[in-house]
């Protein structure tokens, strides 16, 4: 069974950083790619950030681009998420999810129950 356990939300002031980690069980987590989704409280979904299986080929959103870092650690199966310089607009529950396969712009599957990160002074 496919788990994806993200962890390290929580309350950040404006200009802030949190790091989130998502932590990955019952696949071979080296063979695929993973995203970041966030979904404001009551709005749509928004793809955040992806990475590919042998850890290159990452790319953000235009919101997030700059501020954002997506990295892993296959030898720990462990997805990380450093959030620097944050805003109130990102706050959000973020999720991990799975990509289909080893690149993570052909799609996604699995996801994760979602950390809440909330930036507010």
């Known amino acids: 069974e496919v788990q994806l356990v993200e962890s390290g939300g929580g309350l950040a002031q404006p200009g802030g950083s949190l790091t989130l980690s998502c932590a990955a069980s019952?696949?071979?987590?080296?063979?695929?790619?993973v995203n970041w989704v966030r979904q404001v409280p009551g709005k749509g979904l928004e793809w955040v950030s992806g990475i590919n299986n042998n850890n290159g080929g990452a790319k953000y959103a235009d919101s997030v681009k700059d501020r954002f870092a997506i990295s892993r650690d296959n030898a720990k199966n462990t997805l990380y998420l450093q959030m620097n310089r944050l805003k109130s607009e990102d706050t959000a529950v973020y999720y991990c999810?799975?990509?289909?396969?080893?690149?993570?712009?052909?799609?996604?599957?699995?996801w994760g129950k979602g950390t809440l990160v909330t930036v507010s002074s």
């Open positions: 999810v799975k990509g289909l396969g080893a690149y993570w712009s052909i799609g996604m599957d699995e």
């Open positions: 019952g696949f071979t987590f080296s063979n695929y790619a």
